[in-house]
T-cell receptor, first 113, second 115 residues
Framework: DGGITQSPKYLFRKEGQNVTLSCEQN?????MYWYRQDPGQGLRLIYY???????QKGDIAEGYSVSREKKESFPLTVTSAQKNPTAFYLC????????????FGPGTRLTVL | GENVEQHPSTLSVQEGDSAVIKCTYS??????FPWYKQELGKRPQLIID?????GEKKDQRIAVTLNKTAKHFSLHITETQPEDSAVYFC??????????????FGKGNQVVVIP
């Protein structure tokens, strides 16, 4: 699908290593988001950015970092400080405004070995 | 912040029957109420939404109803089909200021349609 892409689809990491998940969108959206999804836990917000060079912590930001140097890109780094990083990670974007649909990427499944 | 609850957590229905799932929220200032559907292994997608000045909205077999006084909104699916089997997330939205597009997702309702 076009619109918003994530890579890789599956990622394996050894304990103690940092890893970066890619998220790119060509929808010209201002706002971008990272969510973590665990079974039975719904979608929990990690970080979000409403404009280039600005981002805010979500509900579970500890152990994660982000950057927003370009409008199209919002990479997420899972650091070794994240104690339980194995999860499904979803990136999303939305245009500015009050009532706007969030478009999700296909997700990255991260497994720590 | 917004406290969102979805009930029931799992709903099983016979194919052809109707399904109703409910989302309760805490912030009375919320004014936008979307429902997202996530099929197994896929990304969530918006299926229907409603704004606070409307009580009900329909789109073919699905409808959303809003009760702002009681602070809940519901998703109704009629004539259920196997492809309706999915997890459904509600995400009531309170724009603290223009441009705040942060959504508070519930934990989801698992709907299982039995053929």
């Amino acid at each position: 699908d076009g619109g918003i892409t994530q890579s890789p689809k599956y990622l394996f990491r050894k304990e103690g290593q940092n890893v970066t998940l890619s998220c790119e969108q060509n929808l010209n959206h201002d706002a971008m988001y990272w969510y973590r999804q665990d079974p039975g836990q719904g979608l929990r917000l990690i970080y979000y950015s409403q404009i280039v060079n600005d981002f805010q912590k979500g509900d579970i930001a500890e152990g994660y970092s982000v950057s927003r140097e370009k409008k199209e890109s919002f990479p997420l780094t899972v650091t070794s400080a994240q104690k339980n990083p194995t999860a499904f990670y979803l990136c999303a974007s939305t245009s500015s405004g009050m009532y706007n649909e969030q478009f999700f990427g296909p997700g990255t499944r991260l497994t720590v070995l | 912040g917004e406290n969102v609850e979805q009930h029931p957590s799992t709903l099983s229905v016979q194919e052809g029957d109707s399904a109703v799932i409910k989302c309760t929220y805490s912030d009375s200032a919320s004014n936008y109420f979307p429902w997202y559907k996530q099929e197994l292994g896929k990304r969530p997608q918006l299926i229907i939404d409603i704004r606070s000045n409307v009580g009900e909205k329909k789109d073919q077999r699905i409808a959303v109803t809003l009760n702002k006084t009681a602070k809940h909104f519901s998703l109704h699916i009629t004539e259920t089909q196997p492809e309706d089997s999915a997890v459904y997330f509600c995400a009531p939205h309170h724009p603290l200021y223009y441009g705040n597009n942060r959504l508070a997702f519930g934990k989801g309702n698992q709907v299982v349609v039995i053929p």
